[in-house]
Every structure is written in C-alpha cells, then in structure tokens.
C-alpha cells in the first residue's frame, strides 16, 4: 500500500484518487509521519461498509444467542442505537456485546 504526506498529496490529489479509483490502490495520507486517512475507490469503501454491518450484525446475533442460553442474565437494550453502540464496542475490543 502506497503511503505519502498529506501535504505532497494535496499537488496531486486527482492522481492520488485515479490510483484508487482505476488501479484498486489505497494510498495512506500522512500527517506529521502518522497515518491519517486512507484514499480508497468507492467500491473498496462500500465492500468495508458492507463486511462492518455484517459484523456488527455477528455479533448482535451471538449476543442474542448469550441471552437466550441464559435468560434472566442477559442485557436488555431500549433502542436499537444502543444495541450498535454495544456491537461496535464489541468489535473494537473483541468481546462480547
């Protein structure tokens, strides 16, 4: 994977995009030596978006299996935002939602 400084990218930020775009190569922008952001094509964007929702919906489904196992000791959400928030913890430490 490509990585440059932000600051060379923004003279050439169309080229940076095309190489995304047309060639399937992310390019990792650099801010003082860290990484920043990544540029990626649209369809590599939409693949990420796609393989997160069916994470999170994994692990809604193993949290609801948990609960089902062991009912009375299982979590209770009231909202469906609270639910993700509890998937996307999940997934971020690797445990259980």
Do not use: C, N, W
Not at 66 to 86: I, K, L, N, W
């Amino acid at each position: 994977m490509a990585s440059e400084p932000l600051a060379k990218a923004r003279a050439h930020l169309g080229e940076v995009v095309d190489r995304a775009r047309h060639g399937g190569q992310p390019t990792v922008l650099t801010d003082h030596g860290k990484p920043a952001a990544v540029v990626v094509s649209h369809e590599m964007y939409e693949e990420y978006r796609r393989l997160q929702a069916a994470e999170d919906e994994r692990a809604v489904r193993a949290a609801i299996a948990r609960a089902d196992a062991h009912p009375g000791s299982g979590r209770v959400f009231t909202s469906v935002e609270e639910m993700q928030r509890a998937a996307e913890a999940a997934r971020t430490v690797g445990g259980a939602a």
